[in-house]
């Protein structure tokens, strides 16, 4: 059997390595050392111009993460900007969009991380609390600068997130935004707090997002279960 392919989007952000000082599209490490690690292959997807491309780029692909990032377009969710929310970039927001269609038409596994999470909520028609210290008074969830937060998640009994990670874990988080609406998923894990931690599609397609970073632990359960349902898909198609 082929080793399935993991599609990963970036950042597109202005960086410097060497000599030189340019825009660049990275992504850090963890997420292709974790899918490597759990049995794929990663291959990176920088914002791409053209998004009616998004078919093809996934036709070519057996899942999909949707990484991490910056803050998505509060028009996108029908919402003025709080004063907290900053830094969105439109040409990842309208990437990521499109190949969120492109896979929910072909039924391709997909996990959202942290921003992939909202994206997912919103690509639904669903909404974002824009800054969740306001809804939780505490920082926890992000502490502030290059430092995770660490919290406790519970996870619903009989969910797939709960099948792949257990009960309860502790995880690494980096968000001052979470999802408040999420039409066409279920809730599947809550921080003590209340806070949304993980959503996902009911049935036994892989479609699922966590708020946290599971990429940066060393319990990778959703990444090799994406991983799985990955190479199931893959030779269901004769790859």
């Known amino acids: 059997m082929a080793v399935p392919v993991i599609g990963l989007t970036t950042y597109r952000e202005h960086a410097a390595w060497g000599v030189w000082r340019q825009p660049a599209d990275v992504l850090p490490a963890q997420y292709a050392t974790a899918v490597e690690q759990t049995g794929g292959v990663p291959l990176l997807l920088p914002p791409v111009a053209q998004v009616e491309a998004a078919d093809a780029v996934l036709a070519r692909l057996d899942a999909l993460v949707v990484s991490g990032g910056a803050d998505i377009d509060p028009t996108r969710y029908g919402a003025e900007p709080h004063p907290r929310t ?28 942290c921003r992939g999470m909202q994206l997912m909520a919103v690509h639904a028609g669903g909404s974002l609390h824009q800054h969740t210290p306001d809804l939780v008074e505490h920082d926890e969830h992000s502490p502030g600068g290059d430092v995770f937060g660490e919290i406790e998640v519970a996870t619903v009994g009989g969910s797939r997130v709960a099948a792949l990670v257990g009960e309860r874990l502790t995880v690494s988080c980096h968000h001052h935004q979470s999802v408040l609406e999420h039409p066409g998923y279920v809730a599947s894990a809550h921080a003590g707090d209340g806070s949304v931690e993980a959503i996902e599609s009911e049935g036994d397609r892989f479609w699922l997002a966590v708020q946290w970073h599971p990429e940066t632990a060393a319990d990778v359960g959703l990444l090799a279960g994406l991983v799985r349902a990955a190479a199931t898909y893959a030779a269901g198609r004769g790859r």
């Open 86 to 113: 900053a830094g969105w970039r439109e040409d990842r927001d309208a990437w990521e969009l499109a190949l969120l269609d492109a896979a929910d038409a072909i039924r391709l596994p997909v996990l959202g991380i």
